[in-house]
Structure formats: C-alpha cells, structure tokens
C-alpha cells in the first residue's frame, strides 16, 4: 500500500530531512510513526500525500510510483489521501458544515449528496450538533475532530495524521486516537506521527521509529 | 452553500463529468456572488471605480454620437442652396434640378417655389396685406436646395467646393450659398475627437483592467490559506482559479451596469436643455441614448475587462507556489 525505497529528502535550504528510508504498510494496516522533533516525521507524510518531491528513491502508494505522477494529476491523487494537521487548517469564515463538505465539493458532488455524506462524517466524530457552528467557537478537540471529519468525508483509502493530538489533554487525545482506530477497523490505511509515547503504546500498534539524522 | 435544489433528469446522470462540471460551476458563481454581497464596502469601492471608469468613455462616445447625428443627410442641414435668376421659370427650374440631382457626390434636390416662399414669407410677417402694402409683388425667386453627398467630403474637402463652383457655372443661378463649411469642419473636429475617445477608451479600460486584478489579488491574499487547504485535498488549479474568475466577471458587469445607469442618468439632466436650445435654432433635435447593440457591447467589453484582470490576478498566484502548510 505505502512502500518507502531508499528515499531521501534534502529541502532547497540544505537541511537533509530523510535519508535512506525503507519502510512498508500494508493495505489496511494502522501504525505510529514516531522520533525526535525534527526526525522528518512531518517530511515523510508530506512526501507521501505529494506535498514535497523526494531527491532519491521511489515512494509506492496504492501500487503506483508517485514520481511518475504528473503535476496536473496530483489533485486527484490527494483525493484519495485524508492528512489530518495538528493545526487542523479549518476555514474560519465558514461553518463547521461548509469545512467538512469542501473535499465534496471539490469532487464535483450535488449539493444533497454533500449533505448526506457530511452529516455521515459528522455522525462518526460525534459532532452532528455543532454542523452549522464557526470552528472557532469549538474547543481544540472538536476543532480536530472536524479536520477529522474533513479528511475521512471523501472516504480515502489513506490517513495520514500530523501530530493530532499535539494541543489536546490526555483524555481528548485517547478520544481522537480511537477515533482514528475506528477509521482503520473501517479498511483504511492509517499512519499517525505522534511523539506521544505512552499513549501510543497503549494503542498496541505497530510503532515505526525515525531516527535523528547526525551530521 | 446553494439550498436551491436542482433535479437531476436520467439522461445527465449518464454524465457525470458534466454533472461535477456543473456542479463546480454552480458552487463557483454563488460562492463568488455572496463574498460580493457580504463585504459590501469594498465591493462597492470597487464598483464605483469600474463604472465611473467606463462612464467617462462611454458618455464621450454618445455625445460625440449625438454630435454626429447633427451633421446626418436626413436632417439636411448641410445644403447649398442655388438662388435662381428671376426669369426662370417653374419648368425649367425643375429641369434643372433633374439634371443636378444626377451629378455625382448629390443626393438630393429640392425645388423651392418662389409662391411658397412668399406665402411662408407672409405669414412670417402678419399677413399678405403687410408685403403687399409695402408695394412688393412676390421678390423671391425660385430656389433649388441641394443636399451634398458629405461621405465624399469627409477626408477631402475639394470636391464639394468644386461641386459648388460647378453649380454657381449653370445659367440659372445667380448665386449660391452654402452651410456646408462649418458642417465639413464639425466633421473634422468629431474626427479628431473620436480619436480622443479611443486613447481615453484604452486607458480608461486599462484601469478596469488594473482595478479588477488588483482586488482579485487583495482577495487572492486574504484566501491564501483556503487556497492552500484546496490544494492539499485535491482541488485542481481550474477549481481554485473558478471562483475568483466569477469573482472578476461579476465586478465587470455589475461595474459595466452601472456605469450605463450613470450615462444615462446625466443624459437625462442634459436632455431638457438641449431641447430648449434645439427649439431656438428650430431643430427638431433631441439626445438620443445608447441603443441596444451599444450596450450589449458595453456590459461585453466590462465582463471581459473583469474576467481578464481576475485571470492574471490568480494565474500569478498559482504559478508562484505549490503548498505551502
């Protein structure tokens, strides 16, 4: 589903993110990717969701190699892919429902489908209440559980998690993690960096481990 | 966003890439209009610049318009008027314009009786009673009033004052007087004027231009994040650029709009003076507005300005950065 060969990504300024990743999820499979602030946790989703390019190595996602991708295919790749940030980059001048239909809209949907598959997404992250409210009158928690929800509402077959329980206290951040376990009992892929280590443990799931890169 | 609901019938469900297309369209156009609607002070300031913009040449272009209509044939203010000898007779003054009316750059030629004249004449004055007191019989002589083909006039000036000698050279006449200086002179001054339209036109529409895609980018900055989360979740560059192109589209008809309302509403104060003066040199002249094709022209000339401006507003933006979250 995601394989990593011998990627290695150094940004414009210099700074080598990644080097020589190998690295392989398979379909449906759900795992923490964890390491020190500055490991390349964030590079390595970004690669994955198209975000940055790789200098070296081949990044397979669902059985294509996205270096082979063309700039004007991107868009639809990403359609397949849900990323959740710990800043959740909600849309501020919209409404809770708005937020979550924008991927919808994208995908050219008729308006009573968007509201019947937001309402569904809504239903999952337990926020149907709060659909017309502005994400600024939520707390952190149901702000991330809406970036959540604006993820999974086109259905990817792959989540992709930054960091999503960054500013939330323990409890709201077992809640959320949950949440994304029953995304993956669904038949998503699922990969989570979190530094977070307790509570990633207690999920009993498989933990990828990055290294810091010495110099 | 849109609460309108729309059926789908069976034959477009067999079109979805149609139905996404509409669908994004629809979002576009009403997504784009509301942000219109809900940061009014701006978008008005930004109206008013567009239509005052474009009022300025447009107003020029119909009072140039109208000053042309002045100088039309079928007004026949342009004539040369040939004062005929005393003997000639009805007949031959008939004769005589027969052959004129043939020559080449005439339209048009009138015979005026001497017997008419002196009864419009009489009346003019309070009666026939008053001439005849004065111990005149009919003075006037027959008078052939001819109407120049001016198109033939226009870049040259020569042939018409050759057709004047050439009419002056008849038997007949024994003068000939002409109001076609000052029209061949108005027609060269609405040349030159209309020239001035043009460069007035080009930059004045150039400000539209400027106007539009400097809002579009104000609008473009303040959306860089939304721009940013369409990106990372699929939105390709014709989805994000859609509504803001909309967004340029509505500034130019709505600016285009109102500029034609401006137009016309000072031709409506101008309208009663310009009766009264037309009155005094007995004319039967009036202003007339824009017709339907000249409008159409306009609001097509603004949209364009609008979508334009909007066009290289976002290409700009999209060409400098993929993501940047």
Same mark, same amino acid.
């Given at each position: 589903?995601?394989?990593?060969q011998n990627?290695?990504?150094q940004?414009?300024?210099?700074?080598?993110?990644?080097?020589?990743?190998?690295?392989?999820l398979?379909?449906?499979?759900?795992?923490?990717l964890?390491g020190?602030?500055?490991?390349g946790?964030?590079t390595?989703?970004?690669?994955?969701?198209m975000l940055?390019?790789?200098?070296?190595?081949?990044i397979?996602?669902?059985?294509?190699?996205?270096?082979?991708?063309?700039?004007?295919?991107i868009?639809?790749?990403?359609?397949?892919i849900?990323?959740?940030f710990?800043?959740?980059h909600?849309l501020m001048?919209?409404s809770v429902f708005?937020?979550?239909a924008?991927p919808?809209?994208?995908?050219?949907?008729?308006h009573r489908d968007i509201?019947?598959?937001?309402?569904?997404s809504?239903?999952k992250?337990?926020?149907?209440?709060?659909?017309?409210?502005?994400?600024?009158?939520?707390?952190?928690g149901?702000?991330q559980?809406?970036?959540?929800?604006?993820?999974v509402?086109?259905?990817?077959t792959?989540?992709l998690?930054?960091?999503?329980?960054?500013?939330?206290?323990?409890?709201?951040?077992?809640?959320?993690?949950?949440?994304?376990?029953q995304?993956?009992?669904l038949g998503?892929?699922?990969?989570?960096?979190s530094?977070d280590?307790?509570?990633?443990?207690?999920?009993?799931?498989?933990i990828?481990?990055?290294?810091?890169i010495?110099? | 966003?849109?609460t309108?609901?729309?059926p789908?019938n069976?034959?477009?469900?067999?079109?979805?890439?149609?139905?996404?297309?509409?669908?994004?369209?629809?979002?576009?156009?009403s997504?784009?209009l509301?942000r219109?609607?809900?940061?009014?002070?701006?978008?008005?300031?930004?109206?008013a610049?567009i239509?005052i913009?474009?009022?300025l040449?447009?107003?020029?272009?119909l009072f140039?318009?109208?000053?042309q209509?002045?100088?039309?044939?079928?007004?026949?203010i342009?004539?040369v008027?040939?004062?005929?000898?005393?003997?000639?007779?009805?007949?031959?003054?008939?004769?005589?314009?027969?052959?004129?009316s043939?020559l080449d750059?005439?339209?048009?030629?009138?015979?005026?009786?001497?017997?008419?004249?002196?009864?419009?004449?009489s009346?003019?004055?309070g009666?026939k009673?008053?001439?005849?007191?004065l111990?005149?019989q009919?003075?006037?002589?027959?008078v052939?009033?001819v109407t120049?083909?001016l198109?033939l006039?226009d870049?040259?000036h020569?042939?018409?004052q050759?057709l004047?000698?050439?009419?002056k050279?008849?038997?007949?006449?024994k003068?000939?007087?002409?109001?076609i200086?000052?029209?061949?002179?108005?027609?060269?001054?609405i040349?030159?004027a209309?020239?001035i339209?043009?460069? #007035?036109?080009? &930059?004045?529409?150039?400000?539209? *231009?400027l +106007?539009? $895609?400097?809002?579009?980018r104000?609008d473009?900055?303040?959306r860089k994040?939304?721009?940013?989360?369409t990106?990372?979740?699929?939105?390709?560059?014709?989805?994000i650029?859609?509504p803001f192109i909309?967004g340029?589209?509505?500034?130019?008809l709505f600016?285009g709009?109102i500029?034609?309302?401006?137009v016309?509403?000072s031709?409506?104060?101008?309208i009663?003076?310009?009766?009264?003066l037309?009155k005094l040199?007995?004319?039967?002249f009036?202003l007339?507005?824009?017709?339907?094709?000249?409008? #159409?022209?306009i &609001?097509?000339i603004?949209?364009s *300005?609008? +979508?334009? $401006?909007?066009?290289?507003a976002?290409?700009r933006?999209?060409?400098?950065?993929?993501?940047?979250?």
């Amino acid at each position: 589903m995601i394989q990593f060969q011998n990627v290695s990504k150094q940004y414009p300024t210099g700074q080598l993110a990644l080097y020589n990743i190998n690295l392989a999820l398979t379909t449906g499979e759900m795992a923490f990717l964890t390491g020190h602030s500055g490991a390349g946790k964030s590079t390595l989703l970004k690669l994955i969701a198209m975000l940055e390019r790789p200098n070296q190595g081949e990044i397979i996602v669902n059985g294509q190699s996205i270096n082979r991708i063309k700039q004007r295919q991107i868009p639809n790749f990403r359609r397949h892919i849900g990323m959740i940030f710990q800043n959740h980059h909600l849309l501020m001048d919209r409404s809770v429902f708005e937020n979550i239909a924008l991927p919808l809209r994208i995908s050219g949907l008729h308006h009573r489908d968007i509201r019947r598959r937001v309402q569904a997404s809504l239903d999952k992250v337990s926020l149907l209440n709060k659909q017309k409210a502005n994400p600024m009158m939520l707390s952190a928690g149901e702000q991330q559980r809406v970036g959540i929800a604006r993820a999974v509402v086109n259905k990817p077959t792959i989540i992709l998690a930054d960091e999503p329980t960054g500013n939330l206290d323990p409890e709201l951040a077992e809640d959320i993690m949950r949440t994304f376990q029953q995304f993956n009992e669904l038949g998503a892929t699922v990969l989570i960096a979190s530094h977070d280590h307790s509570l990633i443990e207690r999920m009993k799931k498989r933990i990828i481990v990055l290294q810091k890169i010495i110099h | 966003m849109t609460t309108n609901s729309r059926p789908t019938n069976q034959k477009d469900r067999n079109k979805p890439a149609f139905i996404s297309w509409w669908n994004h369209v629809n979002t576009a156009m009403s997504f784009s209009l509301r942000r219109l609607w809900f940061n009014p002070i701006s978008t008005w300031i930004t109206l008013a610049a567009i239509a005052i913009a474009l009022s300025l040449p447009t107003g020029l272009h119909l009072f140039l318009k109208n000053l042309q209509t002045l100088t039309d044939d079928q007004r026949q203010i342009p004539t040369v008027s040939l004062f005929l000898h005393e003997g000639v007779t009805e007949q031959q003054a008939q004769d005589r314009a027969d052959l004129i009316s043939e020559l080449d750059g005439v339209t048009k030629v009138i015979v005026q009786n001497s017997e008419v004249a002196f009864a419009h004449m009489s009346e003019l004055m309070g009666g026939k009673e008053t001439l005849e007191s004065l111990g005149k019989q009919n003075i006037f002589p027959h008078v052939l009033v001819v109407t120049p083909d001016l198109s033939l006039s226009d870049e040259r000036h020569i042939p018409i004052q050759e057709l004047i000698k050439t009419l002056k050279s008849y038997p007949e006449v024994k003068s000939a007087q002409s109001d076609i200086e000052w029209v061949v002179k108005l027609r060269a001054i609405i040349m030159i004027a209309t020239r001035i339209v043009w460069v #007035f036109g080009s &930059l004045l529409g150039l400000t539209v *231009l400027l +106007v539009v $895609g400097n809002t579009i980018r104000l609008d473009i900055e303040n959306r860089k994040e939304e721009i940013d989360v369409t990106r990372f979740i699929g939105g390709t560059r014709a989805y994000i650029r859609r509504p803001f192109i909309f967004g340029g589209l509505w500034y130019g008809l709505f600016g285009g709009i109102i500029s034609l309302v401006v137009v016309h509403t000072s031709l409506l104060f101008l309208i009663p003076p310009v009766d009264k003066l037309a009155k005094l040199y007995s004319s039967h002249f009036t202003l007339s507005g824009l017709d339907f094709t000249t409008t #159409f022209y306009i &609001l097509i000339i603004s949209c364009s *300005l609008g +979508v334009l $401006g909007a066009w290289v507003a976002v290409s700009r933006h999209l060409r400098k950065q993929e993501v940047i979250l």
